[in-house]
């Protein structure tokens, strides 16, 4: 299928939750099978904070539109539930694939071939069992919470004024005259979590720590009068 010239791109998705590292882990798979199949790889793009569900990922788009300019010959994935969200997802893909000239590659199920009836059935299977296992840790999770609350204890993650040198850092840098978006890029490019576990930092996140309110409808509304 492939020549020894063949030159790839790599795509990674990390989901809210997950470790930092899991896109690093990602990253080293793809590199060694390129390089153990003599393949150029020419890029890697990463989603984090992504969930599989979301079709509309901005790597993912950003990936597919280099392959249909065909800036590479295959795009590699470490798992099939990294790039499809669903049967339906991974064949509109298979399709894009085929008709723009390039493959798609992934490195737990290398012979997967979505062109035929077995190969669709395969990516039918391997979706459902990903989404049983989301539903039952969802399961778990829930009635490990319910247990908690039920003895009394605390279940939610501690607020952001409970953080008190994290916040007291964001509104020193909010002082210091950076924005939101670049207070964001700073946390997000040292790993620090979100109040609520997450891994991505955005400006929305920062609101309540720099005291921004929204303002009431009613208020809104006076403010227009004359």
């Not at 569900?53 to 010959?73: F, N, Q, V």
């Not at 992934?106 to 190969?119: A, E, K, R, V």
Request: glycine content about 10%; hydrophobic content about 40%.
């Amino acid at each position: 299928m492939f020549d020894r010239m063949t030159t790839a791109i790599g795509y990674i998705r990390v989901s809210t939750g997950e470790q930092p590292t899991s896109a690093d882990v990602q990253e080293a798979a793809i590199r060694r099978e390129c390089e153990r199949r003599g393949w150029i790889l020419v890029d890697t793009v990463r989603d984090l904070g992504e969930s599989r569900r979301k079709t509309d990922r901005p790597g993912l788009a950003y990936a597919l539109a280099r392959m249909a300019r065909s800036d590479a010959d295959v795009m590699v994935s470490a798992a099939l539930d990294r790039v499809g969200c669903s049967s339906k997802h991974l064949a509109q893909l298979h399709t894009a694939a085929m008709s723009e000239g390039w493959q798609l590659l992934f490195l737990d199920h290398p012979g997967l071939d979505m062109s035929t009836p077995h190969g669709r059935f395969e990516a039918e299977v391997r979706c459902a069992s990903a989404n049983l296992e989301v539903a039952l840790i969802s399961q778990r999770t829930r009635e490990a919470l319910a247990e908690l609350r039920a003895q009394g204890k605390r279940t939610g993650l501690p607020g952001v004024h409970e953080q008190a040198e994290l916040s007291t850092r964001i509104k020193a840098m909010s002082a210091g005259g950076m924005s939101t978006h670049a207070i964001c890029n700073v946390l997000n490019s040292e790993g620090i979590p979100t109040v609520r576990g997450g891994k991505v930092w955005r400006p929305s996140a920062l609101q309540v720590i720099l005291g921004y309110r929204r303002p009431s409808q009613r208020r809104a509304a006076g403010a227009g009068g004359v």
